[in-house]
């Protein structure tokens, strides 16, 4: 990043960080779309891979990305949240957008967000929020840089979210569950017709594997849309994953290819699947399956794959690692690749949850392979109270098995010592309690989130 730049970008960063936050969007596409068509439509002049889903997305996107840019594509990549800083949202070509193009472009569209904010007030609505806000100023990055493809992962659900002004080329549907239930619906079937709204016509979608019902909405849609439908374990599959050393090796076969032995530096089957689901989505955007992918560019792409914050080892000694797992299907995953991966005498988990989340799903979960919870709370806002979460954990894991600490430093401690050399620490439950992990192992990430 241009040091020069540092200060101003603070002050972009604090000027959107003014706006409504993200954990209060607004149901609307119109203000996105009112301000994009003022900046004559950035979306458009690149091809997108649009990617939804409740688990995995953030990986999904980084591996879709990275596949692209071995090909040779010059890349734009849009993720969240970020767990140092916000520039780590807004990727082009492998890079975390500088503080310089960052300020560049957001004085060029300052006066047209301006105008919208306008024009909301004078609808009794809202000026654009954060996220609107954001997703204007990515897309007018990536037309100034230029990139020929962008991989967009959705804010939240996807027919409202901002990020859904842009046409799909190809839409990716990772695994859907119960998630914010307050915006996106109480079922599953409410949810999945929320994030199938990404679906635009003469898309191509990749989906993971889902509940019946869930699949029932998405290929509802793509009927609707005349979008062609590709469904790992139907149309693509994970031959093998076989653990190695950082990661895994994974057989992938796609429509037009079959991916033999390559190395993927990311921990747990889910991965795998990951990386099944961004192959066959690279091979879809660059073809629609008529040419297969060069296997030294899946290598490439898959080889340099990174997905900090989520089965990250960042301490030795005892073993700390790191997953921004924030839901139960998110944390069912994580006990699932610990199992996997690791052996450790004595497992440790460190968990803070924010309030919106369903704690005892994410305890449940996690249950089977804790030797002991230790409970904490990051500093946000929206964190659970330390004392509070403590409480939920003893309901099932037990007062023997559960202690707290108010300060993430203190958790940390404890939960090595308890450990010993020969354990395992696992530091998890939300995003905001992974950005203080890494900061307190001297880790800062950039171009990462």
Same mark, same amino acid.
């Given at each position: ?151 967009? @992962? #959705?804010?939240?659900? %996807?027919?409202? +979210? !901002? ?6 080329? =190809?839409?990716?549907?990772? *695994? ?119 296997? @030294? #560019?899946?290598?490439? %792409?898959?080889? +340099? !794959? ?6 990250? =080892?960042?301490?030795?000694? *005892? ?131």
């Amino acid at each position: 990043m241009t040091e020069g730049f540092r200060q101003e970008a603070d002050e972009v960063i604090d000027a959107l960080y003014q706006r409504i936050g993200e954990r209060a969007p607004q149901p609307r596409l119109w203000p996105t779309r009112r301000a994009v068509e003022l900046l004559g439509d950035p979306q458009h002049m690149f091809g997108v891979v649009h990617i939804t889903g409740s688990n995995g997305k953030t990986s999904t996107a980084r591996m879709i990305e990275s596949v692209l840019r071995a090909h040779g594509l010059r890349t734009g990549l849009m993720t969240s949240p970020h767990l140092q800083r916000l520039n780590e949202r807004i990727v082009v070509d492998g890079q975390s957008v500088s503080d310089e193009a960052l300020v560049v472009n957001y004085r060029d569209i300052e006066p047209y967000l301006a105008i919208v904010d306008a024009e909301c007030a004078a609808k009794g609505e809202p000026g654009l929020t954060f996220f609107e806000a954001l997703t204007v100023l990515t897309f007018s990055c990536f037309a100034d840089a230029p990139v020929d493809v962008a991989v967009l @992962e #959705v804010g939240m659900g %996807g027919e409202w +979210d !901002s990020t859904n002004v842009a046409n799909a080329d =190809v839409a990716v549907i990772t *695994p859907i569950s119960l998630e914010h239930v307050e915006f996106l619906g109480p079922t599953r079937e409410d949810i999945a017709k929320t994030k199938a709204g990404i679906i635009k016509p003469a898309s191509h979608v990749v989906s993971s594997p889902q509940e019946p019902e869930v699949i029932d909405v998405i290929a509802s849609a793509c009927a609707r849309d005349e979008a062609p439908l590709h469904v790992l374990g139907r149309d693509f599959y994970v031959l093998e994953s076989v653990p190695a050393v950082g990661g895994q090796l994974v057989d992938i076969r796609v429509h037009r290819g079959e991916y033999r032995g390559v190395a993927l530096p990311l921990l747990g089957y889910h991965q795998a699947e990951n990386a099944a689901l961004a192959v066959a989505a690279a091979e879809q955007f660059l073809g629609g399956g008529e040419h297969s992918l060069a296997k @030294e #560019v899946v290598e490439e %792409g898959l080889g +340099d !794959s990174k997905s900090p914050g989520r089965l990250e =080892v960042v301490a030795t000694g *005892p073993s700390v690692i790191i997953d921004a797992a924030h839901n139960p299907a998110g944390a069912e995953s994580l006990t699932r690749a610990l199992m996997q991966s690791f052996q450790f005498e004595t497992l440790v988990v460190v968990l803070g949850v924010l309030s919106d989340k369903d704690a005892m799903g994410i305890v449940e979960a996690l249950d089977p392979i804790a030797d002991v919870f230790v409970v904490t709370q990051s500093e946000s806002d929206r964190a659970v109270s330390a004392e509070a979460l403590a409480e939920t954990v003893r309901t099932v894991a037990g007062p023997d098995r559960t202690s707290w600490r108010e300060h993430f430093s203190e958790a940390i401690e404890l939960a090595r010592d308890q450990a010993g050399a020969t354990g395992g620490v696992v530091v998890t439950g939300s995003v905001t309690l992974i950005a203080e992990a890494q900061t307190w192992a001297g880790r800062t990430v950039q171009g990462d989130s």
